[in-house]
């Protein structure tokens, strides 16, 4: 069984969980639970709702859909050897059904649309491309069109584009999209109305750096589609190709926290940071908190607003967990941000005085 990020996992209660990364223990997955059926789950937040049939679904936010399976269904869990501990998981034995994003979207794209936002989804792609030499096989889907619980009137258009070169090109076409007078696509942070309502709680992360760096990102979009009126979220999530995919999974080595550290650095390699988790290599200039410690080289973050966050000679914050990584070989550090106790004190971004 060969799954990736972001594809989709359905095991015996019909939760639907999400392939988390490329690291993962054998005969398993890690994962981030994303639904549970309304006869085992609910929300009072009315966004999280979704229908399929006559079956409905409640969408988790944030760490919801973890603390539920631990409190709930510990039987999803797979021991993870690095940490020494549990980690929200399913076991090949327990899956029922799987959905890849890649097959998701050749499916739907294959049918005749027969509502509002099939329309547009061929229309977006009929633009995509023909301008550029990305290929339909260059993208996938996730999110309630995967799951065909989408809203016709409502639902985003959630998208994957395949591998580090592929989503060079669709920045590149997407640039010249946003740069267009008139363009059916800009960028979604172009305008205040993309924080408007947002329930914002990071303490050393400010809306306005938040919009400056998403807007940078470029994948984040809104497609105009004419024959609905609608003005459409659209965004392009990025995955690896198959042969770009290592499990980096090493059961020999052991991560230890270490504790809390704020420091400045420079960025010295941000390849991996359009994945999840996002990988930055850096060099670090000054502690501003927590104790010293050697050879700390790299971040690693599972928070999804510090995705595509930061490039290459940039110099950054970050704050976060510090944590000792023995391997056989050599043994460094990292920081780590993560779900955890502090949350919101988490930051990984530009320097202010370098923000214009």
Known sequence: MRLRDRDAIIVENNIIFRVYGYSH??????????????????SREPRTYRTRGKKAYFKFFKDEGLKFVQQNYPQYMVFYEPLHRNLVGVKEEQIIETR?????????????????????????????LQRSSLSKAHFGVFGSLLHNFYHPLFSDIDLIIYGEDELRRLKEILSTFYGEV?????????????????????????????????KRKQVY???????????????????????????????????VRKGWIKLLARV?????????????????????????????????????????????????????????????????????????????????????????
Not at 106 to 119: I, M, R
Not at 224 to 233: A, L, P, W, Y
Request: charged residues 30%; aromatic residues 10%; contains cysteine.
């Open 221 to 255: 979009a809104v497609f105009h589609d004419k024959e609905s009126g609608r003005t459409i979220k659209t965004e392009f999530e990025s995955v690896k190709r198959w042969k770009e995919i290592e499990n980096s999974y090493e059961s020999k080595t052991q991560i």
């Open 182 to 214: 008139g363009s059916p696509l800009r960028n979604e942070f172009d305008s205040v109305k993309s924080i408007e309502g947002k329930n914002w709680n990071f303490q050393n992360y400010s809306l306005s750096e938040y919009v400056w760096h998403q």
């Open 268 to 356: 010295t390699d941000d390849k991996d940071a359009v994945y999840m988790p996002s990988v930055y290599q850096i060099e670090p200039l000054k502690i501003l908190e927590g104790e010293h410690a050697d050879n700390i080289c790299r971040v690693i973050s599972y928070v999804e607003e510090f995705r595509l966050q930061v490039k290459k000679d940039e110099v950054v914050v970050v704050e976060g967990n510090l944590e000792c990584v023995n391997e056989p070989q050599h043994t460094f550090h990292q920081i780590t941000l993560t779900y955890g106790p502090r949350y919101y004190e988490q930051v990984l971004k530009i320097e202010n005085q370098l923000l214009r």
């Open 100 to 128: 890849q994003t890649d097959i998701g979207l050749q499916s739907l794209l294959e049918k005749q649309p027969n509502d509002t936002l099939l329309e547009a989804l061929h229309e977006l792609f009929n633009l995509l």
């Open 25 to 42: 223990p054998s005969k398993g997955y890690i994962c981030d639970p994303e639904y549970a059926p309304a006869d085992i789950y609910k």
